[in-house]
């Protein structure tokens, strides 16, 4: 079955410190990946999104992910973090092939604190 | 464009009651999903519309139910609600529902408290 970890429940950083989070998946054919944010009442926005070609995607934000086919991971870096960058962030996978599948399989999200 | 919007986005009922929640997609967006967002279950999806049709439909039981309407409008609805049910509910939107067709849009969700 399709599964999403986030090993990290919470994460401390600094401002203007690098950021990364991790995510693995498990998913037997391609898949397609995601990064999300939400801020506290808010809904979720899209941040970057994998689907094929260049391992290495650029989001919004100044975030970045690089794929790794060979770890199942798809980790979200940001070389300097802003402190509006604290919120919750979830990684996802798409279920199925494309086409006809609308659903979205979360990991359980790490929540990231800055300090000033 | 207006985004997703989600209504009521505050909800208090008890035990044993029936809630429905609206949620009105991006206009020309044809696919609308449903997510149920918790401390412990974290986000797990409910199921997904097309054209009036179900076409894809998560782990819940059967006191979960949706429709969708002719213009993309999707209501679900929670019968004989249990305090478990107390969630942020999360609709989402995109054109065709497939990925590589395009995104999901989330709304800012509608927050049920079940006492």
């Known amino acids: 079955a399709q599964s999403v970890t986030q090993p990290d429940i919470h994460i401390t950083v600094s401002e203007g410190a690098s950021l990364e989070l991790r995510c693995n998946y498990s998913?037997?054919?391609?898949?397609?990946l995601f990064w999300y944010v939400q801020s506290p009442g808010q809904g979720l926005q899209l941040l970057l999104k994998?689907?094929?070609?260049?391992?290495l995607v650029q989001g919004i934000k100044g975030f970045e992910a690089e794929f790794k086919r060979s770890q199942s991971s798809f980790n979200l870096r940001k070389p300097s973090v802003h402190w509006s960058d604290a919120a919750e962030y979830f990684c996802a996978v798409g279920a199925g092939y494309g086409g006809s599948q609308g659903n979205l399989i979360f990991g359980k999200g790490t929540k990231l604190s800055v300090k000033p | 464009k207006a985004g997703v919007t989600q209504t009521p986005r505050y909800l208090i009922k008890t035990r044993g009651q029936q809630v429905t929640l609206s949620c009105s997609p991006i206009?020309?967006?044809?696919?609308v999903s449903w997510y149920q967002q918790t401390p412990g279950q974290g986000l797990q999806f409910l199921f997904e519309y097309f054209s009036e049709t179900q076409r894809n439909k998560g782990n819940f039981p059967g006191r979960f139910s949706g429709r969708q309407f002719s213009n993309s409008r999707s209501e679900m609805n929670v019968s004989t609600l249990e305090l478990g049910d107390s969630a942020l509910y999360l609709c989402?939107?995109?054109?065709?529902?497939?990925?590589?067709?395009?995104?999901?849009?989330f709304g800012p969700g509608t927050r049920l408290t079940v006492l």
């Open positions: 994998y689907f094929s070609g260049d391992t």
């Open positions: 206009s020309g967006h044809r696919s």
């Open positions: 989402a939107s995109s054109l065709e529902g497939a990925w590589d067709l395009g995104e999901q849009f």
């Open positions: 998913y037997g054919a391609t898949p397609y």
